[in-house]
C-alpha cells in the first residue's frame, strides 16, 4: 500500500505534510509552521505521530516543533549542517541518507539556494518529494544565504526526479508565481491554463500543491531557463543556463 498524504493549511501561506504507512501505521509531518492544525488533523485520522522532518531553518518551518514533539514524543529529524539553528534533533541528517519509513525509504537531497542548509525528502515508492522552499509551484525560494549557482545546481537535481513526482512545497505562492512566469513567457499556453486551474482552486479554498514535476518543467520559469524562449525573454540568447537563472531571480525578486 502506498503512502497517505495529507496536504495541511498552516499560517498565513504555509503547508505542512502529513505522510502516513498505513502497513507500519507510522506518520510523520513534514515541517510543523504552528502545532494545532496538525493535532487536529492527527485526531480527525487518528493517527500517531512518530516523525517531525525539517527541510530547514526558518521560523514559519519550525515554530510548532517544540510543543509537537512535547505532546506526541515524535523524533525530530534534520540537516546536521543546522544543528545548531533547529530545534534540537533525535535524528541528524545528511545528503544521501536513508530512512526507513514503513514501506517506502526516504532519501535524503542537499538543495542549498534558500538556505545554505536546507534538505528535501524523496520517497520514490511513492512519488513524493518534499522540498521546503527550495522549488516551490511555479517558483522557488529567494537566495537568502545561497547564490543563484547553488540554487541553478539544486533546481537541476530536483527536476532530474521522475517527471510524475508530487512536488510537496511549503507556501501558497503558485499565483503570484505564475504571474511572474507569463510575464517571462506570455505565449506559453501551458502557463496560461494553469493559472486558470490555480484561480479556480484558490477560489474554492483549495491548495495549489502539491504539484507534478511534469507540469512545472513546462510552466515554472526557473526550471526553464536552458530553454531558448526563456533565454531570448531575458535577453540572454547565448548564456550558460546558470546565468540565465540567476536573471530570472533578479526579475522575481523585483516583481
Same mark, same amino acid.
Request: proline share 5%; hydrophobic share 45%.
Given at each position: 500500500?502506498?503512502?497517505?498524504?495529507?496536504?495541511?493549511?498552516?499560517?498565513?501561506?504555509?503547508?505542512?505534510?502529513?505522510?502516513?504507512?498505513?502497513?507500519?501505521?507510522?506518520?510523520?509531518?513534514?515541517?510543523?509552521?504552528?502545532?494545532?492544525?496538525?493535532?487536529? #488533523?492527527?485526531? =480527525?485520522?487518528?493517527? @500517531?505521530?512518530?516523525? $517531525?522532518?525539517?527541510?530547514? %531553518?526558518?521560523?514559519? +518551518? *519550525?515554530?510548532?516543533?517544540?510543543?509537537?514533539?512535547?505532546?506526541?514524543?515524535?523524533?525530530?529529524?534534520?540537516?546536521?549542517?543546522?544543528?545548531?539553528?533547529?530545534?534540537?534533533?533525535?535524528?541528524?541528517?545528511?545528503?544521501?541518507? #536513508?530512512?526507513? =519509513?514503513?514501506?517506502? @525509504?526516504?532519501?535524503? $537531497?542537499?538543495?542549498?539556494? %534558500?538556505?545554505?542548509? +536546507? *534538505?528535501?525528502?524523496?520517497?520514490?515508492?511513492?512519488?513524493?518529494?518534499?522540498?521546503?522552499?527550495?522549488?516551490?509551484?511555479?517558483?522557488?525560494?529567494?537566495?537568502?544565504?545561497?547564490?543563484?549557482?547553488?540554487?541553478?545546481?539544486?533546481?537541476?537535481?530536483?527536476?532530474?526526479?521522475?517527471?510524475?513526482?508530487?512536488?510537496?512545497?511549503? %507556501?501558497?505562492?503558485?499565483?503570484?508565481?505564475?504571474?511572474?512566469?507569463?510575464?517571462?513567457?506570455?505565449?506559453?499556453?501551458?502557463?496560461?491554463?494553469?493559472?486558470?486551474?490555480?484561480?479556480?482552486?484558490?477560489?474554492?479554498?483549495?491548495?495549489?500543491?502539491?504539484?507534478?514535476?511534469?507540469?512545472?518543467?513546462?510552466?515554472?520559469?526557473?526550471?526553464?531557463?536552458?530553454?531558448?524562449?526563456?533565454?531570448?525573454?531575458?535577453?540572454?540568447?547565448?548564456?550558460?543556463?546558470?546565468?540565465?537563472?540567476?536573471?530570472?531571480?533578479?526579475?522575481?525578486?523585483?516583481?
Amino acid at each position: 500500500m502506498a503512502l497517505e498524504l495529507v496536504t495541511i493549511p498552516c499560517l498565513a501561506d504555509n503547508y505542512a505534510y502529513l505522510i502516513h504507512d498505513p502497513v507500519s501505521g507510522r506518520t510523520a509531518v513534514v515541517d510543523v509552521p504552528e502545532t494545532a492544525p496538525i493535532l487536529r #488533523e492527527l485526531t =480527525f485520522r487518528e493517527w @500517531t505521530l512518530s516523525d $517531525i522532518f525539517l527541510t530547514h %531553518h526558518h521560523d514559519d +518551518h *519550525i515554530l510548532g516543533v517544540a510543543e509537537l514533539r512535547r505532546i506526541t514524543g515524535a523524533r525530530v529529524w534534520g540537516a546536521g549542517a543546522d544543528r545548531h539553528r533547529l530545534p534540537r534533533l533525535d535524528e541528524v541528517l545528511g545528503a544521501g541518507d #536513508e530512512i526507513n =519509513f514503513g514501506t517506502d @525509504t526516504g532519501i535524503v $537531497i542537499d538543495v542549498p539556494g %534558500h538556505t545554505l542548509g +536546507h *534538505i528535501a525528502f524523496y520517497f520514490a515508492k511513492a512519488g513524493l518529494a518534499f522540498t521546503g522552499d527550495s522549488l516551490m509551484a511555479g517558483g522557488c525560494g529567494r537566495l537568502f544565504e545561497g547564490g543563484p549557482d547553488q540554487m541553478w545546481a539544486t533546481l537541476t537535481k530536483l527536476a532530474a526526479l521522475p517527471p510524475e513526482t508530487l512536488i510537496c512545497s511549503g %507556501h501558497e505562492y503558485t499565483a503570484s508565481n505564475l504571474r511572474f512566469a507569463a510575464s517571462i513567457e506570455p505565449e506559453n499556453p501551458a502557463i496560461m491554463a494553469r493559472i486558470m486551474r490555480v484561480a479556480k482552486a484558490r477560489a474554492e479554498g483549495r491548495a495549489t500543491v502539491p504539484s507534478r514535476l511534469m507540469g512545472e518543467l513546462q510552466t515554472n520559469p526557473f526550471l526553464r531557463a536552458g530553454e531558448p524562449a526563456v533565454k531570448a525573454a531575458v535577453g540572454l540568447d547565448d548564456a550558460a543556463d546558470a546565468v540565465v537563472f540567476a536573471e530570472l531571480r533578479a526579475r522575481k525578486d523585483r516583481f
